[in-house]
């Protein structure tokens, strides 16, 4: 059965770190870009962080930029995501994505990615 999975989410106060993972079953993520993505409340799903499976490439969103970095273990077939210095506006449920790699490297929710998992509730207060 192909499916990604995501976990590590929870909630943290303001400032504090989370490590988020994607772990990948019934297909290799050799050949995918990964993508983090998150959704709050009444907004539109976000590309956060994605990172190639060729050279490493990676991209990230503004609002993160300095704080979250990804990484992927491909004899692990995982994918995480370390998030420190969180802010309120953090909180999201998150997902990871696989997109074929062949389709080009993007990190918008609005392309086609082949396999998304269920999420992750992060939650950021005080």
């Known amino acids: 059965q192909v499916q990604l999975v995501e976990s590590g989410g929870g909630l943290v106060q303001p400032g504090g770190s989370l490590r988020l993972s994607c772990a990948a079953s019934?297909?290799?993520?050799?050949?995918?870009?990964i993508g983090w993505f998150r959704q709050a409340p009444g907004k539109e799903r976000e590309g956060v962080s994605c990172?190639?499976?060729?050279?490493?490439?990676?991209y990230y969103a503004h609002s993160v930029k300095g704080r979250f970095t990804i990484s992927r273990d491909n004899a692990k077939n995982t994918v995480d995501l370390q998030m420190n210095s969180l802010e309120p506006e953090d909180t999201a449920v998150y997902y990871c994505?696989?997109?074929?790699?062949?389709?080009?490297?993007?990190?918008?929710?609005?392309?086609?990615?082949?396999?998304w998992g269920q999420g992750t509730q992060v939650t950021v207060s005080s």
């Open positions: 990172i190639s499976n060729s050279d490493g490439s990676t």
């Open positions: 019934g297909f290799t993520l050799d050949y995918y870009t």
């Open positions: 994505a696989a997109r074929e790699a062949s389709s080009g490297f993007v990190c918008d929710p609005s392309y086609e990615y082949n396999y």
